[in-house]
């Protein structure tokens, strides 16, 4: 079975541009999370959406945004891009939303910020 | 603010060694705890996990402790392979909480 995948692997934006991440989860997985992980730190949680709600989001600003898709894939969106949004984005995915559920992660999106 | 944080950022051993890659959580009602992988340039791999109900828990050459008294954790590596070199980091989880509070990371590097 295919694990968590996530598209692009690697981009490069220039400040002020969008960018979108994608992410399809492995299958019969319905929970779907972000994290930003910068170089050298542990990751940070950016959004969790199950059943296609967003069921949390961690300290980032409205720039970033996120949907889920009715096949559970999911899409994260980061506008007017800054220089430190440079990072490794990680999606992850969970049978279930919440507590005790292990949480498979992709290889993520290198996306940097010029 | 809460936080799961690690003694040692790097730990260096010989081929073949065990190694224990230590881990302090402060947040008391986190129940769920992961250990993760995370080889250069790829994503965090899933190694074991315990809960606030157990002490410990083995896997495929990894043991994983929890003591709760001290809230620390560890995750103890038996005959240490290259392939074992990586960053490996704890992550936090509590019920109805829906996010993993990730430690620093510790870098595992293997003396052949």
């Known amino acids: 079975d295919a694990g968590v995948t996530q598209s692009p692997t690697h981009l490069i934006k220039t400040r002020g541009q969008h960018v979108t991440l994608r992410c399809s989860p492995i299958s019969g997985h319905k929970s779907v999370s972000w994290y930003q992980q910068v170089l050298g730190q542990g990751p940070q949680f950016i959004f969790q959406?199950?059943?296609?709600?967003?069921?949390g989001r961690g300290n980032f600003p409205d720039r970033f945004s996120a949907r889920q898709f009715p096949n559970y894939s999911s899409e994260l969106n980061v506008n007017a891009l800054l220089l430190g949004d440079s990072a490794l984005y990680l999606c992850?995915?969970?049978?279930?939303?919440?507590?005790?559920?292990?949480?498979?992660f992709g290889e993520g999106s290198w996306l940097t910020v010029v | 603010g809460e936080s799961v944080g690690l003694h040692l950022p790097t730990l260096s051993v010989q081929e073949g060694d065990n190694s224990i890659i230590n881990c302090a959580y402060s947040n008391s009602a986190s129940d769920y705890f992961i250990w993760y992988k995370q080889e250069s340039g790829k994503g965090p791999q899933f190694i074991i996990d315990?809960?606030?109900n157990m002490d410990k828990r083995q896997g495929q050459r990894v043991t994983v402790l929890l003591n709760k008294t001290v809230k620390h954790l560890s995750l103890q590596i038996a005959a240490t392979q290259p392939g074992d070199s990586a960053v490996y980091f704890c992550?936090?989880?509590?019920?109805?909480?829906?996010?993993?509070?990730w430690g620093a990371g510790t870098k595992l590097i293997i003396k052949p």
């Open positions: 992850a995915s969970s049978t279930l939303t919440g507590y005790g559920n292990t949480i498979y």
């Open positions: 992550a936090e989880n509590m019920d109805s909480n829906y996010q993993l509070i």
């Open positions: 959406y199950y059943e296609k709600e967003e069921r």
């Open positions: 315990i809960r606030s």
